[in-house]
T-cell receptor
Framework: DAGVTQSPTHLIKTRGQQVTLRCSPKSGHDTVSWYQQALGQGPQFIFQYYEEEERQRGNFPDRFSGHQFPNYSSELNVNALLLGDSALYLC????????????FGPGTRLLVL | SQQGEEDPQALSIQEGENATMNCSYKTSINNLQWYRQNSGRGLVHLILIRSNEREKHSGRLRVTLDTSKKSSSLLITASRAADTASYFCATYNTNAGKSTFGDGTTLTVKP
């Protein structure tokens, strides 16, 4: 039973560039949430996707956008990267109706120079 | 700002000792969860306690919840070096549809 997978594991970008991060949910899960974790802090909720639509959104600017595909996998896109976007980006999957129980992927570490 | 706040920020103990971490939160919750994170990797779910529960056990873990004080504690008994990690509490509110994390407690267990 495959768990949550994320790609790439590490990424280095420069300010102003755009980045796309990918997530495949745990088998059987249909809901994907994205979190940003800055160094030394807890994860902060970015948004959640279910049925290919954004259902919930945290306090993040429109530079952060996402997509969910029919196979439930998801992408996180960040435009016009800022130095402050450097963080570990975590994807979590769950089953609708049981969103409280989330399974996290290993994360993508993004460094913006 | 984050919903949950863990206390202490850092904790260092000897193997075999017990470790206690506390979490306070601000708004009403449906449940509270504790996670472990090793060296900036993904989070591992440890235990979930619902708002109508006061205490829950799982192996060497004991979690308490006091909704009147909006606080929770995680006790790890007979700690091991492998327990060295960051521990986070997360509150879940059904209406908000999301989990809100604190900034964590970094636990170091010395062999």
């Amino acid at each position: 039973d495959a768990g949550v997978t994320q790609s790439p594991t590490h990424l280095i970008k420069t300010r102003g560039q755009q980045v796309t991060l990918r997530c495949s949910p745990k088998s059987g899960h249909d809901t994907v949430s994205w979190y940003q974790q800055a160094l030394g802090q807890g994860p902060q909720f970015i948004f959640q996707y279910y049925e290919e639509e954004e259902r919930q959104r945290g306090n993040f600017p429109d530079r952060f956008s996402g997509h969910q595909f029919p196979n439930y996998s998801s992408e996180l896109n960040v435009n016009a990267l800022l130095l402050g976007d450097s963080a570990l980006y975590l994807c979590a999957s769950s089953l609708v109706g049981f969103q409280e129980t989330q399974y996290f992927g290993p994360g993508t570490r993004l460094l913006v120079l | 700002s984050q919903q949950g706040e863990e206390d202490p920020q850092a904790l260092s103990i000897q193997e075999g000792e017990n470790a206690t971490m506390n979490c306070s939160y601000k708004t009403s919750i449906n449940n509270l969860q504790w996670y472990r994170q090793n060296s900036g990797r993904g989070l591992v779910h440890l235990i979930l306690i619902r708002s109508n529960e006061r205490e829950k056990h799982s192996g060497r873990l004991r979690v308490t919840l006091d909704t009147s004080k909006k606080s929770s504690s995680l006790l790890i008994t007979a700690s091991r070096a492998a327990d060295t990690a960051s521990y986070f509490c997360a509150t879940y509110n059904t209406n908000a549809g999301k989990s809100t994390f604190g900034d964590g407690t970094t636990l170091t267990v010395k062999p």
